[in-house]
């Protein structure tokens, strides 16, 4: 990466014509995203943690695997079976950082599930000291009778019912200091009329997160939300039209798509003593478009 943020990451044209079917992988992508597997450096902010991380098999979820391993985590990471091949290449990065990774295959949509996921966490690691909320389901649509209601309530369980859950299992095991960091999205506040139904599952986020960090402040607990723009993950070839694709990002200040390493820094700093005053918080990382 080169300091000049303009040409930090690819620049549009894409290759427009890569659709997916859902939930799509990141060895289809052209150009193959950049999760930092080459680039970040571990400062050592993470030793001696466990992390969960759903959504960790590829895109957002990988970049952040990457660098709480590099800063002394191990990692257990949640995917949907059919993604087994890129949590396998996750899970290599981990161990390379000589930490110990944990594949929870499994759909977020099961209450069930979301328990198990912290149970066999903290059978397996030890304990969970970090817990992510990154996985997530984007419904599109072009107008009001597009989106069903097993669209409407899939989103929402997928992406606030499994948060919802997740944090009530994990909680009860989390120690002072702990941290809870929820991916929100640009949409929460932008909320194109193509993601209708995405967009008010990333506000109940933004909002759950701020209810959270109060709930849980008494108990040394911190609760953040980062909020991506555009950003060159498998869901970008699953719900764009090619026009749509080659065009990705060019419309943000910084002229460009982000690339997932450059959300890893932020959800490092959420985790880690480097943000041991910061609760409640969204941090945009959105190519420099506003969000307030």
């Avoid at 390493?261 to 959420?270: F, N, T």
Wanted: glycine letters at 10%; a negative charge.
């Amino acid at each position: 990466m080169t300091s000049d943020p303009r040409t930090a990451g690819p620049r549009p044209p894409f290759p427009g014509d890569q659709q997916q079917e859902r939930p799509g992988l990141t060895s289809k992508m052209t150009p193959v995203p950049d999760h930092g597997e080459e680039s970040y450096v571990g400062k050592g902010l993470l030793i001696g943690k466990v992390a969960l991380i759903t959504g960790g098999d590829s895109g957002i979820g990988r970049a952040v695997a990457i660098a709480y391993a590099r800063e002394g985590a191990d990692v257990a990471i949640s995917y949907l079976p059919v993604e087994q091949s890129d949590a396998e290449e996750t899970a290599r990065w981990i161990e390379k950082a000589d930490r110990r990774a944990l594949l929870l295959p499994g759909d977020l949509r099961d209450e069930a599930h979301c328990r198990e996921l912290v149970a066999r966490t903290v059978e397996a690691l030890g304990g969970i000291d970090i817990l992510v909320n990154n996985a997530a389901a984007q419904t599109v649509n072009e107008d009001l009778d597009d989106v069903t209601s097993e669209d409407l309530e899939g989103s929402f369980r997928a992406n606030v019912f499994a948060m919802y859950y997740l944090c009530q299992a994990a909680v009860p095991h989390m120690k002072p200091g702990s941290a809870i960091v929820n991916s929100t999205s640009q949409q929460a506040k932008i909320a194109d009329k193509t993601m209708l139904i995405y967009a008010a599952t990333k506000g109940a986020i933004a909002s759950l997160t701020i209810g959270l960090s109060n709930l849980l402040a008494p108990k040394g607990i911190r609760v953040n939300c980062v909020a991506p723009g555009p950003i060159w993950t498998p869901i970008q070839p699953i719900v764009k039209s090619p026009e749509q694709i080659e065009k990705l990002g060019e419309d943000t200040p910084l002229g460009r798509a982000g690339q997932p390493a450059e959300l890893a820094p932020a959800y490092v700093l959420l985790a880690s003593r480097e943000g041991s005053y910061m609760s409640g918080a969204l941090v945009p990382v959105t190519g420099g478009t506003p969000m307030f």
